[in-house]
């Protein structure tokens, strides 16, 4: 009973979300877990899929309508944002040491007519917490992986108005304190990307380098953090250059997480820094094709759930 408590929610119903949450019933964690989703959509799909619920904690959150694998339903919007409530509540309270959350599906959420764009916006949101970071990690051999994002779900168009020098100081700093308490890395080395090609060549592609990142870098290097940078995005990532780095700042989306995701895809991770509460999560989408199939694959949950349980033990 000493091991901490971790609240799962199985995300969207008609996804891949409740398979991967049934498979963690025949895995050895090192974590008491909660699974929140509707018991009858659970005993429906483990009969699909020939698996049993025995060893699952599950705790019943009803949903609105009922599932048919694979079809998208609105209705059910309330339900999967019901789920991410209920977990947060939990860990509110102390109830929970942490979240892992399986996937949901923006574009249903929003279909209901809630504006979503994502479970770190929600959450932060719900916590009052005015700057997150994302981040997603690899395990294994791609264990030196952890790229954190400056910008997040924006339009590519938007992303270069975003990166402020206030922004990207407020996003160092919480990478960089994250990777200290939820981590353990005593001086964590950070690797930080340029927005543009070449990190700018000098201006001639760009002054974003010089005009808002270099600057902040060598402020924080005065206040002692250990970074790199600004470097070109497109050898940043290779090898010679991540050896010795705890962890890789991108400037948008797909510019650090189509590597993270095509190195270690399988088994990825997503944790959100900076809320006052452990959130991870799978790095993969609801998988509508694969739902009630037995081909959805749960070793990116299995990850998630595993470093959970390793930071609530050492928090």
């Known amino acids: ?19 991967i949450c049934l498979a963690l019933a025949g895995v050895d964690l090192p974590v008491r877990l909660t699974i ?15 698996v049993s619920l025995a060893n699952l904690d599950i705790r019943h959150v009803p949903l609105r309508a009922a599932v048919q694998a694979g079809k998208l339903d609105p209705a059910n919007a309330g339900y999967v944002l ?34 979503f764009t ?37 339009p590519l168009k938007d992303v270069p108005a975003a990166i402020t020098a206030d922004d990207l100081t407020t996003t160092l700093r919480i990478l960089h304190g994250d990777l200290i308490a939820k981590f353990g890395i005593a001086r964590p080395r950070i690797l930080v990307a340029g927005l543009n090609p070449h990190a ?15 600057p902040v870098l060598e402020r924080l290097r005065r206040e002692g953090m250990n970074l790199i940078g600004p470097l070109p995005a497109d050898t940043l990532f290779t ?8 962890a890789q700042l991108a400037m948008y989306h797909d510019q650090g997480l189509t590597v993270l995701k095509y190195a270690a895809f399988d088994e990825g991770i997503n944790i959100t820094l900076g809320l006052p509460i452990l959130r991870t999560s799978v790095d993969h989408g609801t998988a509508l094709d694969r739902a009630a199939t037995g081909s959805a694959d749960p070793r990116s949950l299995f990850a998630a759930v595993r ?9």
């Open 307 to 315: 470093l959970a349980a390793e930071i609530a033990a050492r928090r």
């Open 82 to 115: 019901g789920l991410l409530d209920a977990a947060l509540a939990g860990c509110l309270t102390g109830e929970f040491a942490g979240m892992v959350t399986a996937p949901v599906h923006k574009g249903v959420i929003n279909d209901a007519g809630i504006v």
């Open 1 to 19: 009973m000493s091991l901490p408590r971790i609240a799962v929610t199985s995300g969207e119903p008609a996804g891949i979300g409740p398979d």
């Open 239 to 246: 090898r010679n250059v991540l050896a010795g780095s705890d």
């Open 200 to 214: 700018g060549e000098g201006g001639h592609m760009g002054r974003e380098e010089i005009e808002v990142i270099a």
């Open 36 to 50: 929140l989703g509707d018991r009858g959509l659970f005993e429906s799909r483990a009969g699909l899929l020939g």
């Open 118 to 154: 994502g479970h770190t916006e929600y959450l932060a949101e719900k916590t009052a917490t005015p700057r997150v970071v994302m981040m997603l990690a690899g395990t294994g051999v791609h264990a030196a992986l952890r790229v954190a994002l400056a910008t997040t779900h924006l």
